[in-house]
């Protein structure tokens, strides 16, 4: 679920990373020509390691590989967003998925069409937030009390 606590630029890209796929895609389409030219840094798949907190000791640990779509661009200027980078990162491999997100991460941080994308990234993550409060309410359906056995 949403952490209120994190900080809200690592809560933006959380939410970028879950969003709608054709929707985020939709939205970039839109944004891109207001960035002018950019310089992909990188566009590649890999595998990162997942962390996992053990919830009884609270040790942290590796529960294995996950692969990911990765995508940094830069605004290459002239102009005042000479240099802004932005970043996207997803599961699986979808490389225009994660560009997608690199670039609103980089107009957001250039102030280039920020109501727009909020907009967008507050849609999304109520979406989201109702998605994970029905698989919340379906696993909860599923505890069996075992002293009614």
């Keep these: 679920m949403f952490d209120h606590t994190a900080d809200p630029d690592d809560v933006l890209l959380s939410v970028l990373a879950r969003a709608d796929a054709a929707a985020l895609k939709a939205e970039a389409e839109a944004v891109l020509p207001l960035l002018g030219e950019l310089d992909v840094i990188q566009s590649r798949t890999g595998l990162v390691m997942l962390p996992m907190r053990d919830p009884v000791q609270g040790t942290e640990f590796h529960l294995g590989e996950v692969l990911v779509a ?80």
């Design 70 to 149: 990765e995508a940094h661009i830069r605004l290459p200027g002239p102009g005042p967003h000479q240099g802004t980078e932005g970043y996207g990162m997803v599961i699986g491999r979808d490389l225009e998925r994660a560009m997608a997100m690199a670039l609103l991460d980089a107009a957001l941080q250039s102030g280039i069409a920020a109501d727009r994308i909020h907009a967008f990234i507050t849609a999304q993550r109520a979406a989201q937030e109702d998605e994970d409060r029905e698989t919340l309410r379906r696993i909860e359906a599923t505890r069996v009390d075992m002293e009614t056995f």
